[in-house]
């Protein structure tokens, strides 16, 4: 099965636009899905397919994706964005999804 | 508006067994495959399974293969989670959660608010 690597940590200035990335083979062939965990709770889906958005979700995130690489960018991050990111992947079985080992996003 | 709720939270001894669910309501049970997550204290997301709420045909990841049991009933609308004997590693938050897929992506876009198991002896 695949694997997905994502930075342990990133930090951002308040205010400021930053990138969360994710590398795997699966990402060649499949959309990686974001996903925002703050401490005690439930993770949030906050990006899925090409750059979709759920509805709630601020404009200010968006995804992108090249080759084995998928990103997370928050443009103009908010005290409020500090939590843990997640990405995911499916498999070539729509049934089987991987994870990301996830990225501490501290905003400074 | 879409929901999946799940059970309390648990302390068993190691040795013991245990079933956890997820209830769902606000839209076709069985439209949408059900997931389920662990996260061990202060780690990340680590996929288990899948299960197929039409027919109960469950996937797992090898990591957990022959240690869970996926189950559903459709009658309750709820997902299942079962350990025959839970070891004190078995000790994590368990998380349920929709996928929605299409052939690009599989996205868990609905997520229960976990069920904490603490094994100890």
């Known amino acids: 099965s695949s694997e997905l690597t994502q930075d342990p940590a990133v930090s951002v200035a308040l205010g400021q636009t930053v990138r969360i990335t994710c590398q795997g083979d699966?990402?060649?062939?499949?959309?990686a899905t974001w996903y925002q965990q703050k401490p005690g709770q439930a993770p949030l889906l906050v990006i899925y397919?090409?750059?979709n958005r759920p509805s709630g979700i601020p404009d200010r995130f968006s995804g992108s994706s090249s080759g084995n690489t998928a990103s997370l960018t928050i443009t103009g991050a908010q005290a409020e964005d500090e939590a843990d990111y997640y990405c995911?992947?499916?498999?070539?079985?729509?049934?089987?999804?991987?994870f990301g080992g996830g990225t501490k996003l501290t905003v400074l | 508006e879409v929901q999946l709720v799940q059970s309390g939270a648990e302390v068993k001894k190691p040795g013991e067994s245990l079933r956890i669910s997820c209830q769902t309501s606000?839209?076709?049970?069985?439209?949408?495959?059900i997931t389920w997550v662990r996260q061990m204290p202060g780690k990340g997301l680590e996929w288990m399974g899948t299960?197929?709420?039409?027919?109960?045909?469950?996937t797992y990841s090898p990591s957990f293969q022959g240690h869970v049991t996926f189950s559903a009933d459709k009658s309750f609308t709820t997902a299942y989670l079962q350990w025959n004997s839970l070891g004190a590693s078995d000790t994590a938050m368990y998380y349920c959660?929709?996928?929605?897929?299409?052939?690009?992506?599989?996205?868990?876009?609905?997520w229960g608010q976990g069920t904490l198991v603490t094994v100890s002896s």
């Open positions: 959660a929709r996928i929605s897929s299409t052939y690009y992506h599989s996205s868990l876009d609905y």
């Open positions: 606000g839209y076709s049970f069985t439209s949408f495959w």
């Open positions: 299960i197929d709420p039409i027919d109960s045909y469950a």
């Open positions: 699966s990402l060649r062939n499949y959309f």
């Open positions: 397919g090409k750059n």
């Open positions: 995911n992947s499916r498999d070539s079985s729509a049934n089987r999804v991987v």
